[in-house]
């Protein structure tokens, strides 16, 4: 059975509970660096505007391991959303509680109220059913437009999906629609390049090599997994600088020559500390590679997006996924857990 579609749904009149993806790289201040992710939420959120439905926002932003962290607050993206969507959002600083109860109670069809950080919680994480059927006693549909964490096993993705209808959003149907092309009509040679300091991501590869002709990895993941790595002519680990915050110049040369071969490219994740002007050369130079590549180019992940932003290069690249993770979960298994009620 396909996964019903939130225009193939009825929600005119109806309390909607809408995951999305607001996992947004912050400064060291708290300001928003890169609101790509809470702009990709605005199609769905206006339709469902449009159609006269209220909307109970919910979402996560970083890792604060269940408990509260001001930094991490959901209030700077509510003040984001309220500037792109002009319009009031209504934010409550708890997940459940009454303020979030009387919000609900008090809204209008056509409002937001938007919930603080799910991860304050730590039954999200633990996908504690109790939290999940909290949650969908708030609404009446479950709209999950958060593509980005549909690969974990969380209350707000695949707990809720037990108490209530849900169905997905227009964000979400457009990364399926896309990856679901490279899947089936594929550009060779097919290189992945895989950076960033998630080790979760290395659990993909035994599967990825069945899709891929070449995996090449960077970041700080050689050091995750040196002990794991199978040795194998499609896998190529770079050597690190000397401090471990960047791949070396061989490493960026040999990357190069895959990316100068490859009919299709997907990166998930920076080579280094790309923030830090020392430490950007590996980043820097293999998404400039990417862009001046003929391979039909994919890139993914929050940061992977903050660093092309910053190189002036994401108007370079064919396909941009929100989701790094996600994509890679998808590409290897075919599926998410989201997609698997």
């Known amino acids: 059975m396909k996964p019903a579609k939130v225009q193939d749904t009825t929600v005119s009149g109806k309390r909607i509970l809408l995951r999305a993806d607001f996992d947004v790289p912050l400064s060291k201040s708290g300001e928003i660096t890169n609101d790509t992710r809470i702009k990709n939420s605005l199609f769905t959120i206006n339709y469902l505007l449009n159609q006269k439905a209220k909307i109970i926002l919910i979402a996560h932003l970083g890792r604060p391991g269940g408990k509260r962290d001001e930094f991490l607050s959901l209030r700077s993206v509510s003040e984001r959303l309220s500037e792109l969507l002009n319009a009031k959002i209504l934010f409550s600083d708890e997940i459940l509680g009454s303020k979030t109860k009387e919000l609900i109670l008090s809204m209008d069809f056509g409002e937001i109220v938007l919930l603080e950080n799910l991860r304050f919680d730590s039954r999200e994480e633990e996908n504690d059913k109790s939290f999940s059927e909290e949650l969908s006693s708030l609404a009446d549909l479950y ?199």
């Open 143 to 341: 709209v999950n437009d958060a593509f980005a964490a549909s690969h974990r096993k969380h209350s707000s993705i695949v707990g809720v999906l037990e108490f209530m209808p849900f169905c997905f959003g227009f964000y979400f149907q457009k990364e399926i629609k896309a990856l679901n092309q490279i899947l089936d009509f594929p550009k060779r040679p097919v290189l992945v390049i895989l950076g960033g300091k998630k080790k979760s991501k290395l659990d993909q590869i035994g599967k990825l090599k069945l899709l891929v002709d070449k995996i090449a990895i960077g970041g700080e993941l050689p050091l995750l997994g040196k002990d794991s790595f199978p040795e194998d002519q499609k896998i190529i680990v770079a050597n690190l600088t000397q401090n471990n915050r960047d791949i070396s110049a061989l490493s960026i040369d040999e990357f190069k020559k895959e990316i100068a071969k490859a009919g299709t490219i997907i990166l998930v994740g920076t080579m280094g500390a790309f923030e830090e002007e020392e430490n950007e050369a590996g980043t820097r130079e293999i998404i400039k590679a990417l862009a001046l590549s003929s391979a039909f180019t994919v890139v993914g992940g929050g940061d992977t997006q903050a660093a092309l932003t910053k190189f002036g290069l994401t108007d370079k690249i064919d396909y941009i996924s929100s989701g790094g993770g996600a994509m890679l979960f998808y590409l290897a298994q075919k599926t998410l857990p989201a997609l698997e009620k």
